[in-house]
């Protein structure tokens, strides 16, 4: 298969994908592409779990598939890498900036996504998903969930 | 290499299972979240296990139930929210020493899984810690505590059950840690948690875990009920895609 070429062209479509419970946000910014290999029959694309649970991983890796197929390319495995593991600063600058805009503060602040006050409280470490906890703006009086 | 994984995996399913059955019935909201949470990382990372030698539905579901090698103290019903809470305690901090070896393992697929499921194994124990540290604050939360641990005693130590296959991994390049030093690290780690309690020695809890047999494959009733519950709906119809 062709080598630099491809992985670019590949690259450039599946970062396309979405995270398909934060959908302002690729799965490039969210830094889960671990590197894909082109070998001489066969492509690898590796990607990395952002927490072991999470239930939109399978529909990824589903969806890096179906771009393959789409690329007419037949011969591929998109497999789990967990060394070295996926930390919330994979996230790209791009992608925090996304994560405000679904309304979620990014790991590494504590701001409130509305207001963007920082009389904020943490209310439980555990949110609705596994990557999100619970917050609580003292200013607007909104509570909000922070990338963990 | 299958016995290895099934010691690691088998307890993280079995106690991953039990603590679901607090789903929508936690005593508060954010506890409810928190143990549902922390029992889906459990299964996620029994099928983790699983996945190096096979697809994980079929050691899940079509096993036997004496081909299981989790402890004794997994298997047990839940009984009440503070025994729920000792019982994940004495199991993370026994699963954090045990996955902190593999760290340092010569095989790649369980070092680099470890690397991942180590981060999780954090966030568990800091919750376990700081919720019966809370508990332990009032003389009535110590009694409740401690009545809990005087009743699974000796139970709450089966985790360190083995057979001989284990022991045999235990100290090699692959799961490089020796039986007694997982054991002591553990024990003087579980007397820092409960600081108010006072432990059967090293030697009578050692003395006292070649009644359980639970990894050996000898399964109490409330396992056999509980495998009963968790193949219901895959016995319906084997062969069903999901």
């Known amino acids: ?11 450039e ?4 994908i979405k995270d398909p419970e934060i959908p302002t946000i690729s799965i490039l910014d969210l830094g889960i592409i671990h590197d894909i290999k082109v070998l001489e029959n066969k492509v690898i694309v590796e990607i990395k779990k952002t927490y072991t649970n999470c239930i939109a991983l399978d529909l990824i890796k589903l969806s890096i598939e179906n771009d393959l197929k789409d690329m007419n390319i037949n011969d591929f495995e998109v497999v789990w890498v967990y060394s070295p593991p996926w930390r919330s600063s994979d996230i790209t600058p791009r992608g925090k900036i996304a994560l405000k805009e679904a309304g979620i503060c990014p790991p590494d602040e504590e701001t409130c996504p509305y207001c963007n006050s920082k009389n904020v409280v943490l209310k439980s470490e555990f949110g609705p998903t596994r990557c999100r906890m619970i917050y609580y703006c003292n200013n607007c009086k909104n509570p909000f969930e922070k990338f963990r | 290499m299958e016995n290895l994984i099934f010691y690691f995996a088998d307890d993280d399913l079995i106690l991953g299972y039990r603590d679901c059955e607090w789903t929508g019935v936690g005593p508060f909201l954010e506890e409810d979240l928190a143990l549902s949470s922390i029992a889906q990382d459990e299964i996620s990372h029994a099928s983790m296990f699983y996945e190096i030698i096979g697809n994980p539905d079929d050691f899940v579901y079509k096993r ?3 081909l299981f090698k989790n402890a004794y103290i997994t298997e047990l019903e839940n009984y009440d929210y503070v025994f729920t809470l000792v019982r994940h305690l004495f199991y993370d901090e026994f699963d954090y020493i045990r996955i902190g070896a593999l760290l340092n393992s010569s095989n790649y697929e369980l070092k680099s899984r470890a690397e991942k499921i180590i981060i999780e194994e954090d966030y568990h124990l800091k919750h376990f810690r700081i919720i019966l540290n809370k508990l332990a604050q009032k003389e009535e939360g110590k009694k409740v505590i401690s009545n809990t641990i005087d009743k699974f005693k000796y139970e709450l130590f089966s985790i360190f059950e083995v057979d001989n296959e284990i022991l045999k991994v235990y100290g090699t390049d692959i799961f490089p840690i020796s039986y007694e030093e997982h054991f002591d690290k553990f024990y003087e780690r579980i007397k820092l948690d409960f ?19 639970s990894r050996r494959g000898e399964k109490s009733e409330s396992f056999l009920k509980f495998y009963e519950t968790f193949t219901e709906v895959y016995r319906l119809e084997p062969d069903a895609r999901w």
């Not at chain 2, 600081?195 to 047999?213: G, I, M, R």
Request: no cysteine; glycine share 6%; hydrophobic share 30%.
């Open chain 2, 64 to 66: 036997e139930p004496k």
């Open chain 1, 13 to 16: 479509k599946i970062s396309r």
């Open chain 2, 195 to 213: 600081p108010f309690y006072k432990f059967p020695s090293k030697d009578e809890v050692l003395l006292n875990l070649s009644s359980f047999k």
């Open chain 1, 1 to 11: 298969m062709q080598g630099g070429n491809l992985k670019e062209r590949i690259l």
